[in-house]
């Protein structure tokens, strides 16, 4: 594997990171007004345990911070990376605690898919 490549995709409303042009996970998101919720990320299986999340985390996080969104990480994959990693000019709501999720203190519901959360 040699290229790695993380886009927005607007459409789709998700960051997608490709390994070789093959899209290997993705970090979905709903933009509200002054603010990107970050819902859900997944690597597909094929690609666990080489660092892509990270490198996707990374990559969504900066760009939305740079977009001047405040980000609101209810995936906790989103949410475990914040608490140990700096993004330069990045505004941070966090979600309101709750005796449910953070996902579901914001009313969207635990998410689900067919992959592997993270890594």
Known sequence: MTGITVTRNDEE???????????AGFAAFD???????????????????????????S???TDAAASGEAIVPLCPYIARY?????????????PRASTGS????????PSTGSGTQGE
């Open 31 to 57: 933009l509200r007004p002054g603010s990107i919720r970050f819902i859900h990320t997944e690597i597909d299986d094929a690609f666990q345990g080489q660092g892509l999340a990270g490198k996707l985390a």
């Open 82 to 94: 914040l608490e140990t990693h700096e993004i330069d000019g990045a505004e941070i709501r966090w």
């Open 59 to 61: 990559a969504a996080l």
């Open 13 to 23: 409303s998700r960051y997608e990171i490709r390994a070789d042009d093959v899209l």
């Open 102 to 109: 953070a996902t579901q203190a914001e009313g969207s519901g």
